[in-house]
């Protein structure tokens, strides 16, 4: 039996992404890797779960890797479940999710299919980081990815990981020798102004695009943003209680 | 001018559900009310929002109320941007969404359609809470929930909210007179043990149904799951801000 660790890869860009093909050909390096990712992309789909339909899931042979490979009709929180539960006959050793498309630096984390994907793995108790390129683009070029990625999930299999925290890593969209190194950090605290764009269809009804910019609100130097904004790769450990403890006693002077 | 409060009411069991219209009665005797409501069930969506395709939202009437109403294509949290950066002519004084056919505690506010119209309201700025009634059915008795919906909704506007913080409500299902009064909780460690029941279509393919049984982890006497077997009102103040703050530390030994 083999003793490389057993990696879960899974992504929310869908299965042919080029971020998650270099993330599995840099897991190849480190371990035996099962790669269960979405069948079409899956941007902004949060932690959505498939519950009122039915899911598909085959295996499939994108690349000539060693990984096996299986494209699934869910959400990247259901390709973490099917895997852990159906898939895999142990659980893995870790749970990387990525590369994304695109920042899922501060706010972002909440919007994020990439990073469901690991809080999920996270919630199952498994080791798990979700890795970001700041560059939309399909054709992006994750080669500076490589080695920030591969230093990071070596940690995450040494040192472990404690119940109940995952790691959101962000990469500046740099050259290898531009980036100053690998910061931890908080999440910043920052919102999206939206604008709905309107348009008329060919048939005369109204409907509208999301869009809209992000606003950093957050003068820190000890955030993602900043640490991004400045040439170093980002790590926010990231929590799934998301009880405001502090607010608890101030709470119970409510008149309830 | 009308001096009632401006009330955003949103949800994700969809616009015609019994719980919404339940929340837009109560709130039609606090504030001026105005819906925005997915057009069509939108549980366990998460925090999903609309970016790669369009979205549609019109006028409709479904009772004799005075509310006005919206219905939606998008997601709870594409409901809450629409009304916030397009139907509204100022920022609502308080988001309210629900009341859920089904609980949100624990874990669940993490997959919650309910929670994530409440939370991006929080991110608008709003003060926003999540209400819950532990019925799934279509058909569940909201009276019981009446009374404590009022009460925790005016607290709201009269105590106002941090910034960052929302509060999630989850109600037992017991008959009014039955529910021993309202705690202010922190969320329980639990999670899923979920189960793919697997199937296969008339056309001979495997497919997969996503069951599975809430497993609460937590023995504290201070939990929203506690509370509900115990016959409270369960109220946790959620916050997004998703950093382990307590980890920074750690991981800044770690060899990065």
Excluded at 103 to 113: D, E, Q, R, T
Excluded at 127 to 152: E, H, M, Q
């Amino acid at each position: 039996m083999s003793k490389k660790p057993l990696i879960l890869v899974c992504n929310d860009d869908g299965i042919t992404a080029p971020g998650l093909r270099m993330l599995i050909s840099v897991m190849n390096e480190i371990g035996d890797v099962v790669v269960v990712a979405p069948d079409n992309p899956q941007s902004g789909m949060g932690h959505a779960i498939t519950i009122n339909t039915t899911l598909k899931c085959n295996p499939v042979t994108i690349d000539e890797g060693p990984q096996l490979e299986y494209s699934c009709s869910g959400t990247p929180a259901d390709c973490v479940k099917m895997a852990v539960s159906e898939i895999l006959n142990k659980k893995p050793d870790i749970c990387v999710s990525g590369i994304n498309h695109g920042s899922n630096a501060s706010l972002n984390v909440i919007y994020s299919g990439t990073m469901s994907a690991a809080v999920e793995a996270g919630i199952e108790g498994v080791p798990a980081v979700g890795f970001s390129l700041l560059n939309y683009k399909w054709d992006a070029n994750f080669d500076a990815c490589r080695g920030f990625v591969k230093t990071i999930t070596k940690n995450i299999l040494k040192q472990k990981l404690p119940e109940g925290i995952v790691l959101n890593v962000n990469i500046p969209n740099l050259k290898e020798e531009e980036i100053k190194g690998i910061k931890v950090c908080r999440q910043a605290h920052g919102n999206w102004k939206e604008k709905f764009e309107k348009r008329v269809s060919p048939q005369g009804e109204d409907y509208y695009w999301l869009t809209g910019k992000f606003v950093n609100l957050d003068q820190g130097e000890d955030t993602d943003i900043w640490a991004l904004e400045n040439g170093y790769v980002s790590v926010v450990p990231v929590k799934f209680d998301m009880t405001a403890h502090h607010y608890i006693q101030k709470l119970n002077n409510w008149d309830l």
